[in-house]
């Protein structure tokens, strides 16, 4: 079948849940058997979000070909169980560098370079990337942003001239917000109104209409906006707030969304089956019936819910797979001291120590560490939290005071954490850490070996520094194991103290491939542990 385009815009405010909504279509989709993927694009002039303060955008998500993207792109894999690659997260500034660079090498033959139609030609070409692959029966491909900002009207004008030229092979599905004012107790449509009449000046009229709101909406005003937005009344349904986001394709399938989406296609009547969602809603039912809680504590800086979203979700699959509900809470690492640390992390049963970058809230993530290890607390550290873990054994077991990581004290003899040989001459900032996936072997008589029950491991990475190989053997003679190793270059990915109940460190991010179908064993493990002695 030639591959149809599912375009997602979004109106009225930003927020609404656009990511989550184009997941809920790829999942139901491929419930029904049909090969999908997902794209973002992002109309901000970085060329990639790796650069931007996580209180900016939120957490950076790493795609196995070492792509940073946008945490949209964790809820496409997630609820898809498909990896994702550099190509499916472009910005405006990608965009533009390659329009530049075939600028410069005189590509454009003396022509003058506009937007139109250069820039959209660019644009479209990116679209239909994934589709020329032959690989996918849909691509869906979802706008950052709000319809009426300047920086997306590039995309727009793109989507129009995709729609006009493959006609009945791609569709808009436009998710807007449909408030409720309290004093006047009444739900509010125009500002739906408005962003379609919008898109309609644009060129654009959405086939389908998602209208989120804060509760259940009545069907007479999904069909008033179905009339005034020349939106047939069966491609209007609503996205009220749930209570997970897990919910979201339940929800949309118990609409149809899914055939109405086929319908627009000219594809309903040939296509028989319905989605299955048995796996799914096994997991959702689970989740309900978890009676269970686990209270973890996440010690981080970045004191936003975004900022760690993969760890979030990634516990939480896990928790539901072990018949519990993670209570995860924020600690932040600033405001941990020696005086106060018991009373920060005394209720919680797990703690895990956050990545990151930067001195700010660094010696509060060891002092975590540091209680975790003496009061046999299961603990997992990523990344930077892997590594305040190991400056904590070097200070308090190996009695190196003044260890520490490069990256915070360039001084200090017991660099135990230092730049990796490759990073010594890089002077660039952007896409330059290791990034992506890399090969990890794991002794078998370590705690990640029984967690993984597999000894090759891939794991996604995002770091520019790395456990100092000059310091391995003093770990090991005082009690810390360095229980998983790239095979090619020798560098430690895992540590970890047999001696303690559970306390492993890990240079990667697992949390990246943690999938509701598919929970990952390191965060199940974890759980289990937690769960093993309450
Ligand atoms: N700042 C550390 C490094 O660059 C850790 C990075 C992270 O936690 N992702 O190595």
């Not at 020329?132 to 950052?144: A, H, K, P, R, Y």
């Not at 569709?171 to 739906?192: D, N, R, S």
């Not at 190989?469 to 090991?476: I, K, L, S, T």
Request: charged letters at 25%.
């Amino acid at each position: 079948m030639e591959t149809k385009y599912i375009f997602v815009t979004g109106g009225v405010v930003s927020s609404l849940g656009k990511g989550i909504i184009s997941a809920s279509i790829a999942k139901l989709l491929q419930a029904r058997g049909f090969r999908i993927t997902i794209q973002k694009y992002d109309p901000y002039i970085n060329i990639d979000p790796g650069t931007l303060n996580p209180y900016e955008h939120g957490e950076c998500y790493v795609t196995i070909d070492g792509q940073e993207t946008d945490l949209d792109l964790g809820h496409y894999e997630r609820f898809t169980d498909i990896k994702t690659t550099r190509a499916n997260n472009i910005t405006t500034g990608r965009i533009y560098q390659n329009v530049m660079e075939k600028e410069r090498r005189g590509d454009y033959l003396g022509k003058t370079i506009q937007v139109v139609p250069h820039i959209t030609d660019e644009i479209k070409r990116n679209i239909r990337l994934l589709g020329n692959t032959g690989e996918f029966d849909f691509v869906i491909t979802e706008i950052g942003g709000t319809v009426g900002d300047i920086e997306g009207l590039p995309f727009l004008e793109a989507i129009r001239q995709l729609k006009w030229e493959m006609k009945e092979r791609a569709i808009c599905v436009h998710l807007t917000y449909v408030p409720y004012i309290a004093a006047a107790g009444e739900l509010k449509t125009k500002p739906t109104q408005h962003s379609v009449n919008n898109l309609q000046s644009l060129g654009i009229q959405p086939d389908i209409l998602v209208l989120r709101a804060e509760h259940e909406l009545p069907r007479s005003l999904m069909d008033k906006v179905a009339a005034f937005c020349n939106v047939e009344k069966t491609c209007v349904v609503q996205s009220p707030d749930q209570a997970s986001i897990y919910e979201v394709p339940i929800k949309m399938q118990q609409q149809r969304l899914d055939t109405a989406i086929l319908d627009k296609f000219g594809m309903e009547a040939q296509h028989a089956f319905v989605a299955n969602m048995d796996a799914w809603m096994d997991f959702l039912n689970r989740r309900a019936k978890a009676t269970k809680t686990v209270a973890i504590a996440l010690v981080g800086k970045y004191d936003l819910q975004d900022a760690y979203k993969s760890i979030h979700e990634a516990l939480s699959h896990a928790a539901t797979y072990n018949d519990c509900c993670a209570k995860i809470c924020f600690v932040n690492s600033e405001f941990i001291t020696e005086e106060n640390v018991c009373e920060k992390l005394q209720n919680y049963q797990g703690i895990v120590i956050c990545p990151g970058f930067g001195q700010r809230g660094i010696e509060g993530k060891i002092i975590a560490a540091r209680y975790a290890r003496e009061h046999d607390v299961p603990a997992l550290g990523i990344c930077l939290g892997m590594q305040m873990m190991v400056i904590e054994y070097a200070r308090m077991v190996l009695g190196w005071q003044d260890a520490n990581s490069r990256e915070m004290d360039g001084e200090t003899t017991h660099n135990v954490i230092d730049l990796m040989e490759e990073q010594k001459h890089i002077t660039k900032m952007g896409g330059t850490m290791r990034l992506g996936g890399y090969e990890c072997v794991l002794s078998k008589d370590s705690k990640a070996y029984s967690a993984y029950q597999t000894e090759h491991i891939t794991e996604r990475h995002r770091h520019r520094y790395e456990f100092n190989n000059q310091f391995r053997a003093d770990f090991e003679a005082h009690g810390m194991k360095c229980s998983g190793i790239n095979p090619e270059n020798n560098l430690v990915e895992v540590v970890e103290v047999p001696s303690h109940r559970w306390y492993i460190g890990v240079q990667y991010h697992p949390e990246y491939s943690s999938t509701v179908l598919h929970p990952h064993p390191l965060f199940m493990d974890f759980i289990r542990e937690i769960k093993a002695v309450e």
